[in-house]
């Protein structure tokens, strides 16, 4: 089974954990940063590899010396980046992380410019491009992959996307709303409406449902997405049950508790991708819900959405047991 996965991943700046550094401050207390890269597409992508699927990322990048890391990360993870473009004098978006006093994160973003945004844009590439994603089995994106994108690229996505599931591609879809990165939130509504509509798993995270649409219970979500014509329904729900419609049933699946919760940054990503690993290789929705619940369990038992990969694999044989 091969899947690509579509979007954008970004430069991350993260203040150290205290002690981490062993060395003082930077200027006026400010903390250390840590610089690492991560997306939510990109974040799946990673962990659905160490699942022992053909991954392929699918995104722009620049020439610069990150964009060359990313690429030789990617390889290091044995994902394919054949189909990854590259725009001479860009370099990717970047975000900082800073932990207020309450304990909450907060998230500044410089990706106005970033080279995933021309993602399916121009004529040649997208053609190229297509070529690439009519081998795989599946093609993996979010809302967030919609929202970098230009109108006019989606909507050409979107022809695609009709087409490759009419050719027997499945589509998996994460709602992933982010306001800020819509002109409204009617705008991110139309959009995610018509992805939905051609997709065939979607897993959603309950929380974004209720900001993008209003959703007072999950009843409401279920409706509306098996009407949109999606066959296969995971909703995220925390630590409460994911549920599952599927085959005209619902069924809730209990959450197994985690000792110690860390860091929830990456959690629906590497449910996603636990998730995508288990069923692309044949198992039920069910037994995949529980793999996506072990990949989550692991990463939010960790500090950062991506866990080093020696570390991640080396808990556990053969890779498709890793999460
Ligand atoms: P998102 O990261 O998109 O906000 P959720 O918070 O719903 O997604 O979490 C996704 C998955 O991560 C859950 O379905 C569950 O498997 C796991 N998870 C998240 N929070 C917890 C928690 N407190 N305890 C156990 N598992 C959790």
Request: charged fraction near 30%; avoid cysteine; hydrophobic fraction near 30%.
């Given at each position: 089974m091969k899947l690509a996965a579509l979007g954008e991943v970004m430069v991350e700046l993260a203040p150290q954990a205290a002690?981490?550094?062993g060395r003082a401050g930077g200027q006026q207390g400010k903390p250390l940063l840590a610089q690492s890269y991560a997306g939510d597409t990109y974040n799946t992508a990673v962990y659905v590899a160490r699942h022992g699927v053909d991954v392929s990322y699918v995104t722009l990048l620049g020439d610069d010396p990150y964009s060359e890391e990313v690429l030789t990360i990617l390889a290091g993870e044995?994902?394919?980046?054949?189909?990854i473009a590259r725009l001479p004098g860009r370099c990717p978006g970047l975000y900082m992380i800073q932990n207020t006093p309450d304990g909450e994160r907060y998230f500044t973003y410089w990706?106005?410019?970033?080279?995933?945004?021309?993602?399916?844009?121009?004529t040649a590439r997208r053609e190229a491009l297509k070529a690439h994603l009519r081998q795989m089995d599946c093609l993996y994106l979010s809302g967030i992959t919609l929202a970098i994108m230009s109108p006019q690229a989606r909507a050409e996505l979107l022809a695609f996307l009709e087409e490759y599931r009419a050719d027997g591609g499945r589509v998996a879809f994460d709602?992933?709303?982010?306001?800020?990165?819509?002109?409204?939130p009617e705008a991110a509504r139309d959009a995610v409406a018509e992805f939905l509509r051609q997709t065939d798993m979607a897993l959603l995270t309950f929380e974004d449902e209720q900001a993008l649409?209003?959703?007072?219970?999950?009843g409401s979500c279920i409706k509306r997405n098996t009407g949109f014509g999606v066959s296969e329904l995971v909703i995220k729900r925390g630590a409460e049950p994911v549920l599952l419609q599927f085959d005209g049933e619902l069924t809730a699946l209990e959450v197994p508790p985690v000792a110690?919760?860390?860091?929830?940054?990456g959690a629906g990503d590497s449910f996603n991708a636990g998730y995508l690993g288990a069923r692309l290789q044949g198992a039920t929705p069910e037994r995949s819900i529980a793999a996506g619940n072990r990949c989550a369990a692991r990463v939010i038992g960790h500090r950062g959405a991506i866990i080093p990969r020696a570390e991640f694999l080396g808990a556990a044989t053969p890779a498709a047991e890793a999460c």
């Open positions: 002690g981490q550094s044995s994902i394919d980046t054949g189909a990706r106005g410019e970033a080279p995933a945004r021309e993602l399916f844009a121009d709602s992933n709303y982010r306001p800020r990165l819509w002109a409204s649409w209003g959703d007072r219970r999950p110690s919760v860390v860091d929830t940054t």
